[in-house]
C-alpha cells in the first residue's frame, strides 16, 4: 500500500518569505512523488514531480522539492512567496511496479501568502 | 478551448435521484480518471480506465459507475443520489506509456444533494 501525508492543513507566510510544505510518504517499492497545484476554481496542475536520478528536483514557478529517501519526504519549497502563489496544494505518489499507475494524494495544505 | 472539459461546472439535485457528469478530453490520451475530492481528504479515485474496454474500480467507487463511450469520453454516473456524495468531482487524463506521465485535470464539477 501507499499513502501520503501532508502535515498541516494550512499554512501562512508573509509576502516575500520562504514556503516549506511538507510531505511524507509509504510505499514499499520506489515511488514516484508529485506536487499538484490547484487555484481557485480550477483543477489541479502539475507544479513538479520525481522520478529518477537527481533528487532536488526543479518546477514551475520557482518551486522545488527535494525527495529524501532515508526521510521517506518529498518537501516543497519556494524562498519568496508572492501572493499569486495563494492556492491548495496537493502531494501525490504513485508506485514504479504498479501498472495500475494510480495516484494516491494527501489530504491538502492551503497556502494563504498575506501582504 | 481546454483539453479537458468536464459538464456540468455546478449541479444540485435530491436524494435519489440518477445523476450524469461527463468528460471529455481533446489530448488523445489513452487514460482516463474520475476522482472526488472532500475538504481535509484530498483526492480518492473513483474509477480509472485505460481504454474504452477496460474499465476498474478506484479506492471509492461504491454507489458509482461509469462509462467509457469512446477514448475521448468518460462519464460518472450516479444511480441514486445520496448527500455523501456531495463533492467536487474532477476527470483526468493521462499518456499511459509512463506510471509518472502527468495527469491532466478538467475543471471540476461541483455536485450538491440535498
Known amino acids: 500500500a501507499q499513502s501520503v501525508t501532508q502535515l498541516g492543513s494550512h499554512v501562512s507566510v508573509s509576502e516575500g518569505a520562504l514556503v516549506l510544505l511538507r510531505c511524507n510518504y509509504s510505499s514499499s517499492v520506489p515511488p514516484y512523488l508529485f506536487w499538484y497545484v490547484q487555484y481557485p476554481n480550477q483543477g489541479l496542475q502539475l507544479l513538479l514531480k520525481y522520478t529518477t536520478g537527481a533528487t532536488l528536483v526543479k518546477g514551475i514557478n520557482g518551486f522545488e522539492a527535494e525527495f529524501k529517501k532515508s526521510e521517506t519526504s518529498f518537501h516543497l519549497t519556494k524562498p519568496s512567496a508572492h501572493m499569486s502563489d495563494a492556492a491548495e496544494y496537493f502531494c501525490?505518489?504513485?508506485?514504479?511496479?504498479?501498472?495500475?499507475?494510480?495516484?494516491?494524494f494527501g489530504s491538502g495544505t492551503r497556502l494563504l501568502v498575506r501582504p | 478551448d481546454a483539453d479537458v472539459t468536464q459538464t456540468p461546472r455546478n449541479r444540485i439535485t435530491k436524494t435519489g435521484k440518477r445523476i450524469m457528469l461527463e468528460c471529455s478530453q481533446t489530448?488523445?490520451?489513452?487514460?482516463m480518471y474520475w476522482y472526488r475530492q472532500d475538504p481535509g481528504l484530498g483526492l480518492r479515485l473513483i474509477y480509472y480506465?485505460?481504454?474504452?474496454?477496460?474499465?476498474n474500480k478506484g479506492e471509492t467507487s461504491d454507489g458509482y459507475s461509469v462509462s467509457r463511450q469512446a477514448q475521448a469520453k468518460f462519464s460518472l454516473s450516479l444511480e441514486s443520489a445520496i448527500p455523501n456524495q456531495t463533492a467536487l468531482y474532477f476527470c483526468?487524463?493521462?499518456?499511459?506509456?509512463?506510471?509518472?506521465?502527468?495527469?491532466?485535470f478538467g475543471p471540476g464539477t461541483r455536485l450538491t444533494v440535498l
Open positions: 483526468a487524463t493521462s499518456d499511459g506509456g509512463q506510471p509518472y506521465n502527468e495527469q491532466f
Open positions: 489530448k488523445g490520451h489513452d487514460r
Open positions: 480506465s485505460f481504454d474504452v474496454k477496460d474499465i
Open positions: 501525490a505518489v504513485t508506485r514504479s511496479m504498479d501498472s495500475s499507475y494510480k495516484l494516491s
